[in-house]
């Protein structure tokens, strides 16, 4: 009798297998026809190279992969990974400026913050200890800790003047970017400190000025163009400390006397870190409008902290070694921002590393910075899914990327990424089709 049961039980086991196995199958079955339609044999993306990976994180199985273990151009799916080590790595607020005061002298140390003196954020107590030191003090600043260059590997450099590429420089202030503007005949700065650098050129008139401005320093020249102007944002050179410190007493409308010094701040009891922004405040911005500045310095403040130097080829090997030690495929990771076509990841790796950080953080924390359905980047997209995915675009010539989170209506919840590169499409027809794709996952899954 026992014996009967048991069969009876074996079964009943077996039978739930087999239905659960054909289940999957039929799932990965379908959206493998799914993509093949809505992506693959698109006129947008026929001739582009495509990888896609969805991955179910319930039964730790992949329902679709296609070609999700070959190297792709990410773009600004790059900042994936810096926010998954700034979130890690920060803490909840910022590192603005660290110092210590000895025999009435302040020594202070960088720590990347991309904040300071920005018009986001109006609580500005790094500021603060800068307005409130006597007038004339001497400032002496470590200069050891800055081992990197104002560009990453494989940056467009023909961008300079562009606004997503400000320099990286190791105490940046205003985002190291700066405002032209006409007013009447004349042409102002914000901050003003730079109109001393203006120089019209013969015939150049403010009205329809082309604004040029030299590659290695803040020298502007104004031409003659056909198109009114009114504004632009451009990148100053920054120098390393240089320009930041050239600035502060013009901003302060105070004199300091700031003097480098050769390693760290000296062994002084109690040194102080003057925190900033709440970490968040910052990771929100930074992938909602993809903002390459706050990504590269987010990487420069974790080195820092982790290492004791600005430097991002250091601690991008130290968190592959560490924290990315068991993705799928070793990235070939260059930058912060994925400005550089250097970089290379799987889709899989990025669906590993959006495992880790919900794993890590919790969903509630990634939906706090993360975009969704019509806002930041996919402001035009997803709107129906709005609450439903939470992921990250990623654009270049030719590249397209999306990675991040999507739950359907029957509950499941799923992790995904979509990389194409080589495309000779409009970016807009890439998206809708990837859109397409991942609403009917959404719907029908």
């Not at 913050?113 to 018009?119: G, I, L, N």
């Not at 739950?407 to 859109?435: C, M, P, Q, Y």
Request: neutral net charge; charged residues 20%; hydrophobic residues 35%.
């Amino acid at each position: 009798m026992k014996k009967n049961v048991l069969q009876k039980d074996n079964a009943i086991w077996i039978f739930i297998l087999i239905i659960f196995f054909t289940s999957s199958c039929s799932v990965s079955k379908q959206i493998s026809g799914l993509a093949q339609k809505d992506v693959l044999e698109t006129p947008a993306l026929k001739n582009a190279h495509v990888g896609i990976c969805i991955y179910d994180p319930a039964t730790q199985k992949y329902l679709y992969n296609f070609q999700s273990d070959k190297y792709f151009i990410p773009a600004s799916n790059t900042k994936i990974s810096t926010c998954y080590v700034a979130m890690k790595y920060l803490g909840d607020s910022l590192p603005g400026l660290q110092y210590s005061v000895k025999d009435n002298q302040y020594f202070i140390q960088a720590t990347g913050d991309p904040t300071f003196m920005t018009q986001e954020f109006s609580y500005q107590p790094v500021f603060d200890f800068f307005k409130n030191l006597p007038d004339g003090a001497i400032v002496k600043y470590a200069t050891d800790n800055w081992q990197d260059t104002h560009w990453g590997a494989g940056w467009s450099w023909g961008d300079y003047t562009e606004y997503y590429m400000a320099e990286r420089s190791p105490f940046p202030i205003y985002g190291n970017m700066m405002s032209l503007y006409r007013q009447g005949e004349s042409i102002k700065t914000i901050p003003s400190f730079f109109e001393r650098d203006v120089k019209f050129a013969p015939g150049a008139e403010a009205k329809n000025a082309i604004i040029n401005r030299r590659l290695d320093d803040n020298t502007f020249t104004i031409t003659k163009g056909n198109e009114p102007f009114e504004k632009s944002e451009m990148p100053f050179v920054t120098d390393g400390f240089s320009t930041t410190l050239s600035l502060l007493p013009d901003t302060l409308h105070k004199a300091l006397d700031f003097v480098p010094v050769q390693g760290n701040l000296p062994a002084i009891s109690n040194p102080v870190m003057i925190y900033s922004q709440p970490t968040d405040a910052m990771l929100k911005p930074l992938m909602h409008r993809s903002d390459n500045f706050y990504a590269e310095q987010s990487l420069m403040m974790v080195s820092q902290k982790l290492l004791g130097v600005m430097n991002d080829r250091k601690i991008i090997q130290h968190i592959l070694q560490t924290d990315f030690k068991d993705l799928p495929q070793r990235p070939s990771w260059a930058d912060g921002s994925g400005l550089s076509r250097y970089n290379l990841f799987t889709p899989q790796d990025i669906v590993a590393i959006l495992q880790k950080m919900k794993d890590e953080f919790g969903m509630p924390r990634i939906q706090t910075i993360f975009e969704t359905g019509g806002e930041g980047t996919i402001r035009n997209y997803y709107k129906e899914e709005k609450g439903f995915i939470y992921a990250k675009t990623g654009t270049l010539n030719g590249v397209v990327a999306f990675s991040g989170f999507l739950t359907t209506k029957k509950g499941k919840h799923l992790i995904f990424s979509t990389l194409v590169n080589n495309h000779n499409a409009s970016t807009t027809d890439v998206r809708k089709a990837v859109e397409k794709f991942l609403r009917t996952i959404r719907n029908d899954y």
